[in-house]
């Protein structure tokens, strides 16, 4: 059967997850109830209007943010009981983030960026250049790797994040808005790279507006107002494999 998976297939499982923020006396719930399960060399978008809770997800999916309510099992074991360290090796070593608003470091230039995690991975200095001068390579950054992130354009800056992400070669791969600033061409070069990545075994989860953007992937999941609207998997519409 094509949905009757081995129990550690399942890279992310969420149940019943809550956030709400607070801002002085205004509180917003941003996630109402998530369940989602996201299997081992998935490629799948998440789609929804803006404000509908979709970087909140992502951002405690990659535990950079804490859920208020629900389970969330990360390779099979909850977050709740790693410890911090193993939760920074996670982080650092098995999840590549392409974030919304990119998080590079303005001092570093665009190599130097890309090389950041392999720093914290305790890779040494010849191999990480090595390894992110071929990351940024797949992204037609070669030629600007001696730059500083306000040297380049927004477009650059994306591709830049894409390659500090893709760099040590994560399992998983979540990325929100990957190609928001690029142009047709560049966003089917990156979407193309993510495709082969994941040909390869990488599992990728990503945020898109753009339908040929999701397009890409084998799966859409469909968020509105917190809340998962839709989801072909729940509905057992499509093999996602
Ligand atoms: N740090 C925060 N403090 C307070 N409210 C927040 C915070 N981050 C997000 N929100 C609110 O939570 C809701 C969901 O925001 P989120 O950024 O997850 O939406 P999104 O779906 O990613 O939108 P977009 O497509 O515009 O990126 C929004 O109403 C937003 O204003
Ligand atoms: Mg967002």
Same mark, same amino acid.
């Given at each position: 059967m094509q949905f009757e998976h081995q129990v550690q297939d399942i890279v992310i499982q969420l149940e019943d997850i809550w956030k709400t923020y607070q801002t002085g006396e205004v509180s917003l719930t941003a996630l109402k109830g998530i369940d989602l399960t996201i299997r081992r060399g998935e490629f799948a978008a998440i789609m929804g209007p803006s404000g509908s809770g979709k970087s909140t997800l992502m951002n405690v999916i990659g535990c950079l943010d804490q859920k208020d309510q629900g389970n969330y099992l990360l390779n099979g074991r909850s977050i709740s009981e790693l410890s911090a360290n193993e939760l920074a090796k996670i982080r650092n070593e098995e999840i590549g983030f392409v974030f919304q608003s990119f998080n590079? *470091? $303005? !001092? *570093?230039?665009l190599r130097e960026n890309v090389e950041l995690p392999m720093v914290y991975a305790g890779i040494g200095r010849k191999a990480r250049t090595e390894r992110a001068m071929a990351a940024l390579d797949a992204v037609g950054l070669a030629d600007w790797?001696?730059? !500083?992130?306000?040297?380049? $354009?927004g477009g650059q800056k994306q591709r830049a994040a894409i390659a500090r992400a893709i760099a040590l070669k994560p399992a998983l791969i979540m990325a929100d808005e990957?190609?928001?600033?690029?142009d047709s061409k560049s966003s089917h070069e990156i979407m193309q790279l993510f495709a082969t990545l994941n040909e390869e075994g990488t599992t990728i989860l990503l945020i898109t507006h753009e339908a040929d953007v999701a397009a890409y992937a084998r799966r859409i999941i469909r968020f509105g107002d917190g809340r998962i609207v839709d989801d072909p998997m729940k509905r057992g519409a499509v093999d996602v494999f």
């Open positions: 590079l *470091l $303005s !001092k *570093l230039n790797a001696r730059h !500083k992130p306000n040297e380049v $354009s990957p190609t928001g600033n690029l």
